[in-house]
T-cell receptor, first 119, second 113 residues
Framework: GAVVSQHPSRVICKSGTSVKIECRSL??????MFWYRQFPKQSLMLMAT?????????EQGVEKDKFLINHASLTLSTLTVTSAHPEDSSFYIC????FGLGVALNEQFFGPGTRLTVL | KQEVTQIPAALSVPEGENLVLNCSFT??????LQWFRQDPGKGLTSLLL?????REQTSGRLNASLDKSSGRSTLYIAASQPGDSATYLC????????????FGRGTSLIVHP
């Protein structure tokens, strides 16, 4: 199946710093990428939908100035957590939708996630 | 707004049992339904995807069924093994909008030897 990578897998930072997380589709082009946040023992909460070459669409309650999303190419989307605070500590997961011959439209492939801890 | 519910929330069984995990959704106008597996601290692995025109999909010991009219899907795991221990998530993409999937809260499965 299609492979999605995330980097870094784990990051610890001080309060007030900014952290960038990368999401890459390794063997396919993804027109749409999604960013999720997951708290312990909870399901995934969609933060934003990212389309290549256009501004991200944020879900209600997600601060777009706090969580900056850039989708500069069909294989890369980045999430930057600006001025991180301890309450931003969470597990962040990206996914990509695959389009193409022999691939189901809108099938989601997920990255391995990034564990962010803000001290 | 689509709502997805998974029952049970947690399940602990001895090795070898056949299992049924349930997923229900409120809006039957779906595009597809996808089952995922998530190991602790890891991302999601896609197990099976069922298009709205399909009734079931099979992969190895896994079988997923879809009944749109009743708003239900089941994931059947045959001859469970300790390696099947994980959280299983159901996600539904609705056809009347952006196709963004809505996730259930998952079923946490433990298969003990």
């Amino acid at each position: 199946g299609a492979v999605v990578s995330q980097h870094p897998s784990r990051v610890i930072c001080k309060s007030g710093t900014s952290v960038k997380i990368e999401c890459r589709s390794l063997d396919f082009q993804a027109t749409t990428m999604f960013w999720y946040r997951q708290f312990p023992k909870q399901s995934l909460m969609l933060m934003a939908t990212s389309n290549e070459g256009s501004k991200a669409t944020y879900e209600q309650g997600v601060e777009k100035d706090k969580f900056l999303i850039n989708h500069a190419s069909l294989t890369l989307s980045t999430l930057t957590v600006t001025s991180a605070h301890p309450e931003d500590s969470s597990f962040y997961i990206c996914s990509a939708s695959v389009f193409g011959l022999g691939v189901a439209l809108n099938e989601q492939f997920f990255g391995p996630g990034t564990r962010l801890t803000v001290l | 707004k689509q709502e997805v519910t998974q029952i049970p929330a947690a399940l602990s069984v001895p090795e070898g049992e056949n299992l049924v995990l349930n997923c229900s959704f409120t809006d039957s106008a779906i595009y597809n339904l996808q089952w995922f597996r998530q190991d602790p601290g890891k991302g999601l692995t896609s197990l099976l995807l069922i298009q709205s025109s399909q009734r079931e999909q099979t992969s190895g010991r896994l079988n997923a069924s879809l009944d749109k009219s009743s708003g239900r899907s089941t994931l059947y795991i045959a001859a469970s093994q300790p390696g099947d221990s994980a959280t299983y998530l159901c996600a539904v993409s609705s056809s009347g909008g952006s196709y963004i999937p809505t996730f259930g809260r998952g079923t946490s499965l433990i298969v003990h030897p």
